[in-house]
């Protein structure tokens, strides 16, 4: 059988491409339904983010060892129709796409879903992205009644039991290596239970949004929002289906006053919180230990309000300072994890030689019961006439030795001429153990 990777992603396309070849619900069907249709695969998984679209594709009927010219030329179907459901220009496409085929293909899945090959090293997000390309062809196959392609079902269980070998046995995932993710790292070294803290988000963008996400995750209940323009503010805290005070820029002295954490990331050019206005806070405050975490370029909060009692303060420096510590730690962990690939993947092929092995003895086993049966309904119809049954018998174990003979006798002769001499050495050893 051969397990075939088709894709692009960020390494090799552009935002722009990698847009073209995205796959909403719908395209999705479409492609599943076209694929059984044109018999391009027994059955695929079809992998779409913003980074990367890649399929897996399962077609049992061409093997390894079968003519080169038989790879090829199904490779190339395979990506004339990808281009064309994309509507796409061929040769722009050939120069981003990736082939990648059984144990090459494996492993790049495995190194995929474990956040080896994303844009931020050791990712999380991407396996539960696996998982759902998983299930939403498990969930085609099952409406069609023919359920997905067993070895390809147990490559991808394989591929989930690998990530999770990778994020229990190496550091991969346990450092913060994005801005938002190291200010909330920040604020769990100061603080034990969000919970009780009182936090202070200005702005109201991306950066936030992310920071207000891993917040909340971590148990944060009390955020306080305050942007220049209040209805962008109301749209976050919708977005995020949480309660959140809005507070306008004019009003952060107000929360600064309650907060304990704050983390500020806008687009002013000017200074907002001034070393005075953490003053009064801290007046108010009691001076009560305060995290101020400045993810703005140029600075929103003045540089000197460390300075003051009870303050901890960090900038945008400071944090990358911090990422690029952690990025060093997770490619020490990386090598870990594709040592941990490397073995889980050559166990999923040994797992596949024996199974082949088995499928290839039990269909061999099938074939020689279905000719014993037909020559012996013959004999014993040329008995019942009449005939000699000496005679029959003898043809009959004639008749029967030469055609369970003949597909050995050719695989034999085929090894013979390319040279197998371990396959002649096993067979050679399994007849003297026979006598």
Request: hydrophobic share 40%; glycine share 4%; proline share 2%.
């Amino acid at each position: 059988m051969t397990i075939l990777a088709l894709g692009i992603n960020h390494k090799t396309a552009s935002v722009g491409l990698r847009g073209k070849v995205a796959f909403d619900d719908q395209k999705r069907q479409l492609a599943l339904s076209q694929i059984q249709q044109q018999d391009l695969a027994e059955s695929v998984v079809i992998l779409s983010t913003c980074n990367r679209t890649e399929l897996y594709f399962h077609q049992p009927n061409i093997t390894p060892r079968e003519e080169e010219a038989d790879n090829l030329e199904w490779r190339e179907k395979c990506f004339n129709w990808f281009a064309n459901i994309h509507q796409l220009d061929h040769d722009e496409l050939r120069e981003c796409i990736y082939f990648k085929q059984n144990m090459e293909a494996a492993r790049h899945l495995m190194k995929v879903a474990c956040g080896l090959d994303s844009l931020i090293l050791g990712e999380p997000q991407i396996l539960g992205q696996v998982k759902q390309a998983y299930h939403d062809s498990e969930h085609f196959y099952q409406k069609q009644h023919i359920g997905i392609s067993s070895k390809l079902s147990r490559l991808f269980q394989r591929t989930f039991s690998t990530a999770k070998r990778v994020r229990s046995e190496t550091e991969i995932g346990s450092s913060a290596v994005s801005v938002a993710y190291a200010a909330c790292g920040l604020a769990r070294q100061i603080f034990d239970d969000f919970g009780k803290l009182r936090f202070l988000l200005v702005g109201a963008g991306e950066t936030i949004e992310l920071v207000a996400r891993y917040l909340i995750q971590h148990g944060a209940k009390n955020i306080m929002i305050a942007n220049r323009t209040h209805i962008r503010a109301e749209m976050l805290a919708e977005k995020l289906n949480v309660p959140m005070q809005i507070l306008s820029l004019s009003a952060l002295q107000v929360g600064l006053n309650q907060a304990d954490v704050v983390i500020s990331s806008t687009g002013s050019p000017d200074t907002l919180i001034s070393k005075e206005m953490v003053r009064e806070a801290q007046k108010q405050r009691q001076f009560d230990p305060m995290l101020l975490v400045d993810i703005a370029v140029p600075r929103d909060i003045d540089e000197n309000a460390g300075d003051i009692d009870g303050v901890y303060s960090y900038s945008v420096d400071d944090l990358q300072n911090i990422i690029q510590r952690n990025l060093a730690q997770r490619q020490q962990a990386a090598e870990q994890a594709e040592m941990i690939v490397d073995e889980e993947c050559k166990a999923f092929f040994e797992w596949l030689k024996q199974q082949q092995s088995s499928d290839l003895i039990k269909r061999y086993r099938q074939d020689a019961e279905a000719i014993r049966q037909e020559l012996l309904t013959k004999a014993m119809q040329a008995i019942h006439s009449g005939q000699d049954s000496e005679k029959i018998l003898n043809e009959l174990s004639y008749k029967l030795t030469n055609s369970l003979l003949h597909i050995p006798t050719q695989a034999l002769q085929s090894m013979a001429k390319e040279g197998n001499s371990k396959g002649l050495q096993s067979f050679s050893q399994a007849l003297k153990a026979e006598q």
